[in-house]
C-alpha cells in the first residue's frame, strides 16, 4: 500500500472530484471539500489519523451518477502524499463504534422493539501521478484565480463561487491535491473506492468550509484516531455527536492498513457524527484537540424481550396460571369442608 504513495511537496487543498470537463456547478459539497458535476453522494466516511505531527486522511464517498468520471476538491493545511485507501478499515472501524446491544426482559408485552440509550501569481504543479483508477494532481497556489484557471484548464470545470470560497485557504498557504476518478464505462454507484492523504500538521484539523457551497442537507462521520480522546475546539456551529470512545489497539483488527495506523503502542478512537442541515453555517473548518480526560464511551441500544412460557407472555401466562391455581385450591378446600360437615 505504502508503495504506492507519491509525494506531493506543497499540496494543502487535497481533494477536488470533478465530474467530467464539461461540468460547472457544483451541485454537491462533501465535508472535507466539494463535489463538481452531476453527482450525488448520499454518504461519507472520513478516518482522521494524527499523531507525531503527521495527519491522515482516508476519505470514502458513497455516489449515485450516470455518469463514468468525478473528480473532489479537498484543502490541507500542508504539502500531502496520496494513495489509494483501503475500504476494510471503514468496515472494523464501523463494527467498533457500533452501539453495544442490552436485553431488558418483558413480562408484560409491550411493543417490542429498540429504544436508543444514553509560485507569486500562479500554481505549481509539485506531482501528478496515476493511481488505479485516480489520476491525482498536487498543487500550489499563492492566487484563487490562477488555481481557479488551472483546473478549468485541466478538465475541472468550477463555478465562480467556488473559486471565490478557495481564497480563504489561498490566504493562509493551504495546498490542493486534484483527484479525478475515472470509472471508464461503468457508472459512479455505490461506495467509491477510497482515497488516503497524508501531510505534516500542528493541529488536527478537517476541512470544512467549502462544504457551505452545498445546497442541501448532509452527514458526515469521523472516526478519529489519536493519543488521546478529541473533543471540537472550534466555533462551528455544528453539533458533533459522540458514537464511540476507546483504546484500541492492533490485536483488535485485522486490516493491515488499520494496523499501520494504529501501531504497536496503539491509539484512541473517537467516532463522531455529524448532521449538517443547514451548510451556509459552515464558516470554519472543524478543529479537534485533546479532551480533559480519557473517558471510555460506547453508546447501548436497549432491547425490550418479553419473556414468555410456553410461547404465552410471561406475565399474563403467570396471573391466568394462578387464578387457576387459587380457583383449584379454592374448590379442594370447599370440598374438604363440605366432607367434614358430612
Known amino acids: ?27 454537491w459539497a462533501c465535508g472535507c471539500g466539494a463535489m463538481v458535476g452531476d453527482v450525488d453522494v448520499y454518504g461519507e466516511s472520513t478516518v482522521v489519523h494524527f499523531a507525531d505531527g503527521v495527519q491522515t486522511v482516508v476519505l470514502q464517498l458513497e455516489a449515485r451518477s450516470q455518469d ?7 484543502p490541507t493545511p500542508a504539502p500531502a502524499e496520496v494513495a489509494l485507501g483501503d475500504a476494510a478499515v471503514f468496515e472494523e472501524l464501523g463494527e467498533v463504534s457500533a452501539p453495544r446491544t442490552e436485553y431488558v426482559d418483558r413480562w408484560w408485552p409491550s411493543g417490542e422493539g429498540a429504544v436508543a440509550g444514553a509560485p507569486a501569481g500562479g500554481v505549481a504543479v509539485l506531482d501528478r501521478v496515476g493511481l488505479g483508477p485516480f489520476d491525482a494532481a498536487t498543487l500550489a497556489a499563492d492566487d484563487a484565480a490562477a488555481l481557479h484557471d488551472w483546473l478549468d484548464d485541466n478538465g475541472f470545470a468550477l463555478e465562480d463561487d467556488l473559486a471565490e470560497a478557495l481564497e480563504p485557504y489561498v490566504a493562509e498557504g493551504w495546498y490542493y491535491v486534484a483527484v479525478r476518478l475515472d470509472a471508464e464505462k461503468a457508472a459512479l454507484s455505490g461506495a467509491l473506492e477510497p482515497v488516503e492523504v497524508t501531510f505534516p500538521a500542528t493541529e488536527l484539523v478537517y476541512p470544512m468550509r467549502l462544504t457551505a457551497l452545498s445546497d442541501r442537507g448532509q452527514y458526515a462521520r469521523l472516526y478519529l484516531l489519536a493519543d488521546h480522546r478529541m473533543d471540537r475546539v472550534d466555533d462551528v456551529p455544528v453539533d458533533s455527536r459522540l458514537r464511540f470512545a476507546g483504546r484500541l489497539t492492533a490485536a483488535d483488527v485485522e486490516s493491515e492498513r488499520l494496523r499501520d495506523l494504529v501501531g504497536s503502542d496503539g491509539v484512541f478512537l473517537t467516532t463522531l457524527d455529524h448532521d449538517i442541515w443547514d451548510p451556509s453555517e459552515l464558516t470554519g473548518d472543524f478543529v479537534f484537540a485533546p479532551a480533559a480526560d480519557d473517558t471510555p464511551y460506547q453508546e447501548v441500544v436497549r432491547m425490550e424481550r418479553t419473556v414468555r412460557i410456553l410461547g404465552f407472555p410471561a406475565g399474563p401466562f403467570s396471573v391466568v396460571l394462578g387464578a387457576l391455581t387459587l380457583l383449584v385450591a ?13
Open 330 to 342: 379454592g374448590v379442594l378446600v370447599a370440598r374438604l369442608v363440605a366432607g367434614a360437615r358430612r
Open 1 to 27: 500500500m505504502r508503495a504506492a504513495v507519491r509525494r506531493g511537496s506543497a499540496v494543502v487543498a487535497v481533494t477536488v472530484l470533478a465530474v467530467a470537463a464539461g461540468w460547472a456547478a457544483p451541485s
Open 68 to 74: 463514468s468520471a468525478a473528480a473532489l476538491l479537498l
